[in-house]
């Protein structure tokens, strides 16, 4: 009884599928080794057919490879939920003296190949190239847990290391081998937070009771009856229930209220790239490394990923692993990828379901002169985030007010404001040493000494200023505390938005009676994005980290950022604004949408936006009569699986858009092109069988032009098309 009591117990134990999936399997699943030896050769003898007697004899030409492939595959459940793989190929070449391999015709040559043949296979040929690669991944098993068994995520690594011979000249002349590395971390977890609600018998009550049904005219009618019908006794000794009551009802609807948001999730990933040049040493007998007094070389820290960059460049400097040549130019570069996404799902109530997505992705990328110490590292890259820029979305397209916006207006204004911070930072700073300043005429006396901005002070349409003042108006800021880094931190990442509302018939049941479905819709995608950016050439940052760059028009220090920017874009869209899709109970079809697209592009090399809005209406209809050849007497024939109906379509669309383009020293805006178009297209099409179609279609698109280098036009299209398939 005690042991049947402890096994009911284990049962029931929270813990116990846990307990299940993290026993450990001592040996890996599988170990696959393989070797593949390719050999060709090919040899020509050729003879002169008209000087037979002669004592002349054209030399043997011959063609031959040599190469051994060697292969590892490692898979290693170590326990249910971590998986292991590793895999590698070295490809090697071996070398063969060049002489003919032919016994007969030249035996001692070929003696000398064997030997030398043989050797090479003792020591596994020259390595050419190497290929590693090494996969973990861990389901972490929170799911496995009753309490968490609502969270499912899920971490992976993956590293890939390579290692390719370089080019030998001879023995005085050696460029060196290629490594590189690359290393991935990605992190994923859902939230089913719907499973969490309902561990809760009241609110998986509310849930169920919440949960969306389509309403017909008949349960319309049904629901109607059921609130009519009288209310039961409650007998003695049964619990009394509160569905009827008022504030019992008002409690279901706030909790399902506040459990509007029914999934999440998240994720993460950060890759980094290392690709260095000129590394002296080979790769040896075990797997992509090759021993030394310092251990292995470049080690498995950098084999698995786990090290590489400046850090690692200047520890394979320091252990003498590369060739310091000043001949040698291609540099080390190093890349990294950040990107964070995250979704959630949001129903506040029946009918409504809102999905909010944000991304944020930033790519950096350093190219390092290790051989030169004196150069600087140079770095560059893009950057992209989801945010939400409605305080600008409308207004600026009129042409009664001369394209006049307020939003321009406020980015003038944050100039200013912007400008005279980024002065503010630099009062009672000193002046860099080093770099430019020892090349210029007045860098020995300024190298250390108090700015004075009467020598060079920062331009108020310089990126520094620009972009803060450009990100303060558009998407939303003071200007007074905005952040003057141009690339926002993950922090600063807002959603974006998709709703649906099908829920008009359960609100208004008398609606049921003209319409099946019926759904409104609406969505917004809004994206701020610095499409390139890569270090001034002459940047050098004082004691404090302040950045000066050389002024070339008056050769003396001036404030800068490191960065070099020259475009930055907001996307911005409601696709749509405001839709509309229902079908009629007689089958007809509507949609009609509403949507605005807004493009602003701020250019720092014209000091100029750019200005693109399109404002489109959408309204389509559809319908379908079935069976169309009874109702007009034509033969079905003898084809049952085609359905003879009329498809008939009809879309009409309005599309306005336009080009601003608005200068910033002059304060000045104007249209530069834009046209409005109306567009009809209608067309029926009919099946008379599998292999003949029928359609009758007609096209008309009106454009009228915004300015006036160019005409209107018309254009129409119409006919009918008959179309016949031989295709079985």
Same mark, same amino acid.
């Given at each position: 009884?005690?042991?049947?009591?402890?096994?009911?117990?284990?049962?029931?134990?929270?813990?116990?599928?846990?307990?299940?999936?993290?026993?450990?399997?001592?040996?890996?699943? +599988?170990?696959?080794?393989?070797?593949?030896?390719? $050999?060709?050769?090919?040899?020509?003898?050729? $003879? /002169?057919?008209?000087?037979?007697?002669?004592?002349?004899?054209?030399?043997?030409?011959?063609?031959?490879?040599?190469?051994?492939? !060697?292969?590892?595959?490692?898979?290693?459940?170590?326990?249910?939920?971590?998986?292991?793989?590793?895999?590698?190929?070295?490809?090697?070449?071996?070398?063969?003296?060049?002489?003919?391999?032919?016994?007969?015709?030249?035996?001692?040559?070929?003696?000398?190949?064997?030997?030398?043949?043989?050797?090479?296979?003792?020591?596994?040929?020259?390595?050419?190239?190497? /290929?590693?690669?090494?996969?973990?991944?861990?389901?972490?098993?929170?799911?496995?847990?009753?309490?968490?068994?609502?969270?499912?995520?899920?971490?992976?690594? *993956?590293?890939?290391?390579?290692?390719?011979?370089?080019?030998?000249?001879?023995?005085?002349?050696?460029?060196?081998?290629?490594?590189? +590395?690359?290393?991935?971390?990605?992190?994923?977890?859902?939230?089913?937070?719907?499973?969490?609600?309902?561990?809760?018998?009241?609110?998986?009550?509310?849930?169920?009771?919440?949960?969306?049904?389509?309403?017909?005219?008949?349960?319309? +009618?049904?629901?109607?009856?059921?609130?009519?019908?009288?209310?039961?006794?409650?007998?003695?000794?049964?619990?009394?229930?509160?569905?009827?009551?008022?504030?019992?009802?008002?409690?279901?609807?706030?909790?399902?209220?506040?459990?509007? @948001?029914?999934?999440?999730?998240? %994720?993460?990933?950060?890759?980094?790239?290392?690709?260095?040049?000129?590394?002296?040493?080979?790769?040896?007998?075990?797997?992509?490394?090759?021993?030394?007094?310092?251990?292995?070389?470049?080690?498995?820290?950098?084999?698995?990923?786990?090290? %590489?960059?400046?850090?690692?460049?200047?520890?394979?400097?320091?252990?003498?692993?590369?060739?310091?040549?000043?001949?040698?130019?291609?540099?080390?570069?190093? /890349?990294?990828?950040?990107?964070?996404?995250?979704?959630?799902?949001?129903?506040?109530?029946?009918?409504?379901?809102?999905?909010?997505?944000?991304?944020?992705?930033?790519?950096?990328?350093?190219?390092?002169?290790?051989?030169?110490?004196?150069?600087?590292? $140079?770095?560059?890259?893009?950057?992209?985030?989801?945010?939400?820029?409605?305080?600008?979305?409308? %207004?600026?397209?009129?042409?009664?007010?001369?394209?006049?916006?307020?939003?321009?207006?406020?980015?003038?204004?944050? !100039?200013?404001?912007?400008?005279?911070?980024?002065?503010?930072?630099?009062? %009672? #700073?000193?002046?860099?040493?080093?770099?430019?300043?020892?090349?210029?005429?007045?860098?020995?006396?300024?190298?250390?000494?108090?700015?004075?901005?009467?020598?060079?002070?920062? !331009?108020?349409?310089? #990126?520094?200023?620009?972009?803060?003042?450009?990100?303060?108006?558009?998407?939303?800021?003071?200007?007074?505390? @905005?952040?003057?880094?141009?690339?926002?931190?993950?922090?600063?990442?807002?959603?974006?938005?998709?709703?649906?509302?099908?829920?008009?018939?359960?609100?208004?049941?008398?609606?049921?009676?003209?319409?099946?479905?019926?759904?409104?819709?609406?969505?917004?995608?809004?994206?701020?994005?610095?499409?390139?950016?890569?270090?001034?050439?002459?940047?050098?940052?004082?004691?404090?980290?302040?950045?000066?760059?050389?002024?070339?028009?008056?050769?003396?220090?001036?404030?800068?950022?490191?960065?070099?920017?020259?475009?930055?874009?907001?996307?911005?869209?409601?696709?749509?604004?405001?839709?509309?899709?229902?079908?009629? +109970?007689?089958?007809?079809?509507?949609?009609?949408?509403?949507? *605005?697209? $807004?493009?602003?592009?701020?250019?720092?090399?014209?000091?100029?936006?750019?200005?693109?809005?399109?404002?489109?209406?959408?309204?389509?209809?559809?319908?379908?009569?079935?069976?169309?050849?009874?109702?007009?007497?034509?033969?079905?024939?003898?084809?049952?699986?085609?359905? *003879?109906?009329?498809?008939?379509?009809?879309?009409?669309?309005?599309?306005?858009?336009?080009?601003?383009?608005?200068?910033?020293?002059?304060?000045?805006?104007?249209?530069?092109?834009?046209?409005?178009?109306?567009?009809?297209?209608?067309?029926?099409?009919?099946?008379?069988?599998?292999?003949?179609?029928?359609?009758?279609?007609?096209?008309?698109?009106?454009?009228?032009?915004?300015?006036?280098?160019?005409?209107?036009? @018309?254009?129409?299209?119409?006919?009918?098309?008959?179309?016949?398939?031989?295709?079985?």
């Amino acid at each position: 009884a005690g042991n049947r009591s402890n096994s009911n117990n284990n049962s029931k134990s929270p813990f116990k599928k846990l307990k299940d999936d993290m026993q450990l399997n001592w040996l890996p699943n +599988n170990i696959s080794l393989g070797l593949q030896v390719n $050999r060709t050769y090919f040899e020509e003898q050729l $003879r /002169n057919i008209e000087a037979v007697e002669s004592d002349y004899t054209i030399p043997v030409s011959y063609t031959k490879t040599f190469t051994m492939l !060697r292969q590892t595959n490692i898979a290693w459940d170590l326990t249910k939920s971590i998986r292991l793989n590793f895999q590698s190929a070295t490809n090697s070449r071996i070398d063969e003296p060049d002489v003919p391999v032919n016994k007969y015709l030249y035996p001692d040559e070929y003696e000398r190949w064997r030997d030398t043949i043989w050797t090479q296979l003792w020591k596994l040929g020259t390595p050419v190239d190497y /290929n590693q690669t090494f996969d973990a991944s861990w389901n972490i098993p929170l799911n496995k847990i009753s309490y968490t068994d609502w969270i499912t995520a899920s971490a992976k690594y *993956h590293a890939n290391y390579q290692w390719n011979r370089g080019t030998w000249i001879d023995e005085n002349t050696n460029t060196g081998n290629i490594i590189q +590395n690359n290393s991935q971390l990605q992190f994923d977890g859902r939230f089913n937070l719907e499973t969490l609600y309902n561990k809760s018998k009241f609110l998986k009550k509310v849930n169920d009771k919440f949960r969306s049904k389509r309403v017909t005219p008949s349960n319309s +009618n049904t629901r109607k009856n059921r609130a009519e019908r009288p209310q039961r006794e409650v007998k003695k000794g049964e619990k009394k229930s509160y569905d009827n009551e008022g504030w019992y009802k008002a409690l279901q609807v706030t909790s399902r209220i506040l459990m509007m @948001v029914r999934s999440a999730q998240i %994720g993460y990933k950060q890759t980094r790239d290392t690709y260095l040049p000129y590394f002296q040493s080979d790769i040896g007998d075990f797997y992509g490394q090759s021993n030394s007094d310092d251990g292995l070389v470049p080690g498995l820290g950098f084999a698995f990923g786990f090290e %590489g960059g400046e850090s690692f460049t200047r520890k394979a400097q320091q252990n003498h692993w590369l060739i310091m040549n000043d001949s040698l130019t291609s540099p080390a570069v190093y /890349n990294l990828t950040k990107d964070l996404n995250y979704s959630a799902t949001l129903e506040p109530w029946t009918g409504l379901k809102i999905t909010l997505n944000g991304t944020w992705r930033h790519n950096e990328q350093e190219s390092n002169q290790f051989m030169a110490p004196e150069l600087p590292i $140079r770095r560059s890259g893009s950057f992209q985030m989801t945010t939400i820029a409605l305080g600008s979305t409308f %207004g600026g397209s009129d042409p009664g007010d001369n394209y006049s916006s307020r939003v321009f207006d406020e980015f003038l204004a944050n !100039r200013e404001v912007i400008y005279a911070r980024l002065l503010s930072r630099y009062e %009672g #700073s000193k002046y860099p040493i080093g770099g430019f300043m020892k090349t210029i005429e007045k860098g020995d006396m300024l190298a250390g000494m108090p700015y004075n901005p009467d020598l060079g002070a920062s !331009r108020i349409n310089t #990126s520094d200023v620009l972009v803060p003042a450009f990100f303060a108006a558009y998407v939303g800021g003071d200007a007074k505390s @905005v952040s003057l880094n141009p690339i926002p931190s993950m922090w600063k990442l807002l959603p974006n938005w998709r709703m649906t509302y099908d829920g008009l018939l359960q609100l208004f049941p008398k609606l049921a009676k003209w319409f099946k479905t019926l759904q409104l819709s609406h969505a917004y995608n809004c994206t701020y994005a610095i499409g390139n950016y890569q270090t001034y050439t002459n940047f050098l940052r004082n004691e404090q980290g302040l950045g000066y760059v050389l002024d070339v028009a008056n050769d003396c220090p001036m404030p800068s950022s490191e960065f070099d920017i020259g475009t930055v874009t907001l996307n911005e869209s409601f696709q749509p604004l405001l839709g509309l899709n229902a079908t009629l +109970n007689n089958g007809l079809t509507l949609k009609s949408e509403y949507a *605005h697209i $807004r493009s602003v592009s701020l250019s720092m090399s014209s000091a100029q936006i750019t200005e693109n809005v399109s404002k489109n209406f959408t309204f389509g209809t559809g319908y379908k009569i079935a069976d169309f050849n009874t109702k007009i007497g034509l033969p079905g024939g003898k084809q049952k699986d085609v359905k *003879h109906d009329l498809n008939m379509k009809l879309d009409v669309t309005y599309k306005s858009q336009m080009a601003l383009l608005r200068k910033i020293n002059d304060a000045f805006s104007q249209a530069t092109s834009g046209n409005t178009a109306w567009t009809i297209k209608f067309s029926a099409d009919y099946q008379f069988s599998k292999a003949l179609q029928f359609k009758l279609y007609y096209d008309r698109q009106m454009n009228t032009p915004l300015i006036s280098t160019s005409y209107p036009t @018309v254009n129409s299209d119409f006919g009918m098309t008959l179309s016949f398939s031989l295709t079985r």
